[in-house]
């Protein structure tokens, strides 16, 4: 009897024990875990901006979630250096393209928002097929166009202060138009004929944040 009731408690005692760490696994599993988002807006910051979505990246993120209701809205920094040698933007196009890849084969019903800013929005321009930059003003990389089988991916494009807009080849003129939008604030020397520099520097905290939204939550 007492060598029966030993080997009971012996196999309780090694049940509890696995169940136990079979419930700490699960639970750290859970919690480790990284769900799809419903949309993900992947960005490419301006020139000298911080390594991540940027402050226009993000401002639209915010606004967009504010119009989704209960959509969960995530962010990818696109990663290129975004400093003033403009043939690494190159890297940049690259790099979205191999996100955008990850994510249609991980999470393929999450919708990608694909947007830049300033030098980031001529990242955005070679995706779409644009024609280079660089074959206007010169020192601008280029890389090849997302590929078509990607596309479908992609629910919408917003770019800001554009720099081949300036040109007349706003990111609309390329093989996703008809998903795109391309802002340029008045006055802005970047993307437009006009010399007020510092109507490049404000779009976060001006109306066409809202407008880039709206149109994108239509799409997603």
Known sequence: MRLMRRTAVAALSALTLLTGTAAVSATVATATAEPCPDVEVVFARGTSEPAGVGRVGQALADQLQGQLGGRSVGTYGVNYPAT???????????????????????CPSTRIV????????????????????GNRVGSVGSAPPLPAS????????????????????????????GRSIDLCSDGDPICSDGRNPFAHTNYESGPMIGQAAGFVAQLV
Not at 114 to 133: I, N, R, T
Not at 155 to 167: E, L, M, T, W
């Open 84 to 106: 003033y040698d403009f043939m690494a933007a190159a890297d940049g196009a690259n790099d979205a393209t191999n996100r955008i890849s990850v994510m249609a084969q991980q």
């Open 114 to 133: 694909l947007g830049g800013y300033s030098q980031g929005a001529a990242v955005v321009d070679m995706l779409v097929g644009v024609p280079p930059l």
């Open 150 to 177: 990607l596309r479908e991916n992609v629910a919408a494009i917003a770019v800001f202060g554009n720099p081949s807009a300036k040109f007349g080849v706003p990111v609309t003129s390329g093989n996703l138009g």
